[in-house]
């Protein structure tokens, strides 16, 4: 065996990379590999890298044959097993295709395995036109909302002015009017609310927005929802606005709430809070050494798939009585502390993740 090299520094690369022996066996998995197979690194590392594959044939004899030095470098696709760790009920496993390449290293007995998500390519170009169709909209939706905004106070006057003259039996015409003025008024105040307040900001310690949110939605569900909680508890405090940033994680587990109605009644609901780290990551243009992920899983039903592009965007609701303002306002807060929020879903699985820049 070689004397003990540093890799370090490939915790720094957003590819996931490896270090092997020829049988195997995981001398080393950087940041980016841990955070994919969503494990802590001792486990990875103790781990033989073949037992990660679904099919690991093609990666036995490719690094066989780079051990034999029969090529010094070569390059596949395959299939990575994951989510083997139970977090309840209606969390399965859930692979994840990759492009594979084995490299030889300087040292002879070391093998270098690095794993490419075919989907990260495709999901950041997605993430970008998002960020922009989303400050888009953003700037539409203020403008309108202060043009409703403008007309509500006079028709609502005038309103009032009519019912003193109309007759008792033509009140319940005006009533209509001025309950409705109220109810627009509600709305457009809701549109407008995030760009209103200043930031109020502090040190945030996001286990402890994850924790009030918890606690006030188990008051709004005593029964049949469960709310795990799986935090990296080493994650640092940051700068922000505690307040707003619990009403934007808020929102998103009361959707989750909301969704899982009929499990609720069943008794098997549960969303899981879930804390990590990320190394490297891009959110919107910008690019970070460090961040944190919140990551809000339900065993839900799912998104309806006639809105699942779209349910950043306001008045964009598959519930009835919703307002589609909530998501909105949480994307917003994020957008605010330069992070993002986005989202994967689908039927017995939504996982809502909210990216932080941290210091
Ligand atoms: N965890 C989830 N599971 C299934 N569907 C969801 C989930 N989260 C959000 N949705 C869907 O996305 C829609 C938009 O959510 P959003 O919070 O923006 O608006 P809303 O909940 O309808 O109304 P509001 O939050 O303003 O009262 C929801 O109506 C729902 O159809
Ligand atoms: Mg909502």
């Not at 609502?156 to 209509?176: D, N």
């Not at 927005?209 to 929802?225: F, H, K, T, W």
Request: contains cysteine; hydrophobic residues 40%.
């Amino acid at each position: 065996m070689n004397p003990s090299p540093k890799f370090d520094a490939f915790d720094t690369l957003a590819t996931m990379v490896a270090i092997i022996q020829h049988d195997g066996e995981c001398l080393f998995a950087n940041a980016a590999f841990e955070n994919a197979m969503r494990l802590s690194r001792r486990a990875v590392q103790r781990s033989h890298l073949f037992d990660w594959f679904v099919d690991d044939s093609r990666l036995r004899d490719t690094v066989q044959g780079v051990a034999r030095n029969a090529y010094s470098s070569s390059r596949f696709d395959a299939v990575l097993r994951r989510g083997s760790r139970s977090n309840g009920p209606g969390f399965g496993a859930e692979d994840l295709p990759v492009h594979v390449i084995v490299s030889q290293t300087e040292f002879d007995d070391l093998i270098l395995v690095e794993l490419i998500e075919n989907a990260q390519q495709n999901r950041q170009e997605r993430e970008e036109r998002s960020f922009d169709q989303v400050q888009a909209t953003k700037e539409l939706t203020r403008n309108l909302a202060h043009e409703i905004k403008n007309p509500l106070g006079g028709i609502r006057g005038a309103a009032q002015l009519l019912a003193m003259e109309l007759q008792p039996e033509l009140l319940e015409y005006t009533q209509v009017i001025i309950h409705e003025v109220d109810r627009l008024q509600s709305l457009v105040d809701r549109l407008l609310a995030p760009h209103r307040h200043a930031q109020v900001v502090g040190d945030v310690n996001i286990h402890e927005v994850c924790e009030r949110v918890r606690s006030l939605i188990l008051v709004e569900y005593p029964r049949g929802l469960k709310v795990l909680r799986d935090y990296d508890t080493s994650l640092p405090d940051f700068r922000g606005d505690r307040e707003q940033l619990i009403q934007a994680v808020l929102n998103i587990v009361q959707n989750a709430a909301q969704a899982l109605q009929t499990r609720i009644q069943e008794g098997d609901a549960c969303i899981c809070l879930r804390t990590r780290v990320a190394r490297q990551v891009t959110i919107g243009k910008q690019r970070w050494r460090l961040a944190l992920e919140l990551h809000v899983e339900d065993n839900g039903p799912g998104i309806p798939a006639e809105i699942r592009d779209r349910i950043f965007f306001p008045l964009v609701s598959g519930r009835e009585g919703g307002s589609g303002l909530g998501l909105t306002l949480s994307q917003t807060i994020a957008q605010q502390h330069q992070g993002m929020l986005d989202c994967e879903s689908e039927a017995g699985r939504t996982d809502f993740r909210m990216t932080l820049p941290l210091p």
